[in-house]
């Protein structure tokens, strides 16, 4: 057989090939269907766009992204929990107004004839009690929300709630203080409802929101930062265990770091494994979202460009540009798709694999303590 057949006979199956290829990718190119709700859609399609404009700006700068997200974040859910206060302090009392017979608290005193407390209420148990109720559920909805959103946290949960437990009861002390002289000023001036909630929840939410940003950066510690630390803590104790093997303590010193630098690199590559899988998926369903636009744009352009044309509004050749434009557009758009897809489809496997990976090894770490306890 020549050269000439055998080329010929091998250009229909590569053509083949091809389409097929070109189908698939098509298929890939498509975007999973929008809520049937046209509220819903809109939100959707929003979404989307948006996601489109802050992944490519993360790619080009990262760490301001990274501090862009937390601090607007952080904010949107500290104003949202101070909000949820101040409708608790301004309807809960009513639900305690049998409790209210005058100032109650602790270390009362007067001022401007008014009876107050240090911590407490001037206008009784009840008000006092219905203040704690709502910064305590603020709190409540406030740490998952920044644990899980603002910080993708995966340190430990009972060690992050115990110290933002404290810190509440330490800020609650203190805000508490500022409300009990607040409260008598309000008190004398016969202040409305309205007015006196608004004060106790500027003076709760606002020191609040500045405390516990410093304590959300201790608590949700960087995960980079962690393993860095954990790893020269552990490479100090082995090198402490290897200069005096004999020693018991050296040795329970350097497995306890070992642990610790394990857990901590656990945590870094679950964190890097989500962030990386969201980012993926959310530029890719972007992108797709811009290509499919593109491509209804392009369609109005032919329909419209045709219109005028039949009309006399618009010469053929007017016409014939308006298209390429688009059509031009639409293989820019469908050519960054592509590439988000194919970056998606590589990347995304491997990341979920690193999340299966961590999954097991803790699972094993955990039947081996299991294990080690009951011999």
């Known amino acids: 057989m020549g050269m000439d057949e055998d080329m010929e006979k091998k250009a229909p199956e590569t053509e083949a090939a091809a389409i097929d290829s ?57 104003i949202g929990v101070t909000i949820w206060q101040y409708l608790v302090i301004l309807f809960l009392p009513y639900a305690f107004t049998s409790l209210n017979n005058g100032s109650w608290g602790w270390a009362p005193f007067q001022i401007l004839g008014v009876d107050c407390a240090i911590f407490g209420d001037a206008d009784g148990l009840g008000s006092f009690i219905a203040y704690e109720i709502a910064v305590f559920t603020a709190q409540c909805i406030n740490f998952p929300l920044q644990r899980n959103i603002t910080y993708h946290s995966h340190g430990n949960p009972v060690f992050q709630a115990l110290w933002y437990f404290i810190a509440w009861v330490l800020i609650s002390v203190f805000t508490g203080v500022l409300w009990g002289f607040a409260n008598c000023v309000l008190t004398y001036w016969n202040a409305p409802a309205g007015v006196t909630s608004l004060v106790k929840t500027l003076i709760t939410g606002i020191i609040s929101l500045i405390v516990m940003f410093f304590v959300f950066i201790v608590i949700f510690p960087d995960a980079d930062k962690t393993v860095a630390k954990r790893k020269k803590a552990y490479e100090a104790a082995r090198a402490a265990m290897e200069a005096d093997p004999g020693n018991a303590a050296r040795k329970a010193a350097c497995a ?61 050749e007017a016409a014939d540009a308006a298209v390429s434009k688009a059509q031009e557009l639409v293989d820019r758009s469908r050519e960054s798709a592509i590439q988000a897809v194919i970056s998606r489809d590589e990347t995304v496997p491997g990341q979920k694999e690193i999340l299966e990976r961590v999954q097991a090894q803790r699972a094993a770490r955990a039947e081996a303590e299991k294990a080690s306890k009951a011999s």
């Open 256 to 316: 306890k770091a070992e642990l610790a630098y394990t857990k901590a690199q656990e945590i870094a590559d679950v964190y890097h494994a989500e962030m990386t899988i969201h980012e993926k998926e959310n530029l890719a369903q972007a992108l797709i979202a811009g290509y499919g636009k593109a491509r209804k744009d392009l369609g109005k352009a032919i329909n419209s460009t045709a219109e005028q044309v039949s009309e006399g509004t618009m010469t053929q």
């Open 22 to 78: 070109n189908e698939d990718m098509e298929a890939r190119l498509t975007l999973k269907p929008l809520s049937s709700n046209a509220f819903a859609a809109f939100w959707q399609k929003l979404y989307r766009s948006w996601m489109g404009v802050w992944e490519g700006f993360k790619m080009k700068h990262p760490t301001g992204a990274a501090w862009i997200y937390k601090i607007v974040f952080f904010l949107v859910f500290s």
